[in-house]
């Protein structure tokens, strides 16, 4: 089972929209996929589903093994969600007030129990784009981030910044893969950009690599996969090329 974490302390870089196509490229291959929503907005959720059946629910009613299972809907052929829900805005302090005086490790491995006894090929989650405790919790999971990165004059400092983070806040360290999105290949300043990631962070960076394009923002605009809605525009191919690179970890 391989599983990922899309994180990036950036907002609107991708993550939502990297997930969902993944995750769809993939169960397109015939995996067998879990994508799971932890950004309580539902960014996720709204790409498969037009109505959320767990929206309402409280923490305890979706995260407790014996329920967990009942609040997966298949979304698609392959391809299974855990929908985002409101009890997730309570995660961080419900953990905190349900562990007082507990080491630390016992926070960030709540995730991790509850998940592990799920089979799939592939676990996804979008994760917020904060270094919360959901967040964390999904980091040791997972153990392995897919981090989007937006082709401009800030995504260097940024990742450079982020890579200190992950190596300081997680125990998991610098078990990554960045992904390029939103590449531009009329301008210069995305290929310098992609020129100086691959420079700095080698086979970190994914070969393949995501082109800007309107018609992944149509999609996302109308709850459907690239695949469903414009499955001849590059956006496409780029996703079917990406999941063949991340099925090898
Ligand atoms: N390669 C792309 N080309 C064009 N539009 C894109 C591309 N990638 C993402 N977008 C669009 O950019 C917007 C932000 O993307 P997305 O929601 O995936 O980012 P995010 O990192 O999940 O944001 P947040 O931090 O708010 O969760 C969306 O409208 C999405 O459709
Ligand atoms: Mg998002």
Redesign the pocket.
Known sequence: MLKYTIF?EK????????SANLAAALALRKMKVLAIDF?P?G?LTNYFLTENPIKHKRLEDVFNPDLLEENIVQVRNNLYLLPAFNGLYSFDKQTYLSRQFSPMEDYTYIVENLLQRLRYDFIII?A??TFNLLTLNAIQFTKYLLV?VSMNFWAMQSMIELDTKIFNLTKVGRIYKIIP??YDRVTTVSRDILHELRGTFLTAVTKSV?????A??KA?GASKTIFEMFPNDP?AAAFKKLAREIMIQ
């Open positions: 990036n907002g609107g870089v991708g993550k939502t929209t990297i950004d907005k960014n979008d917020l784009p989007p999105n939103f995501i082109p800007r394009r309107i992944l923002e996302s956006a």
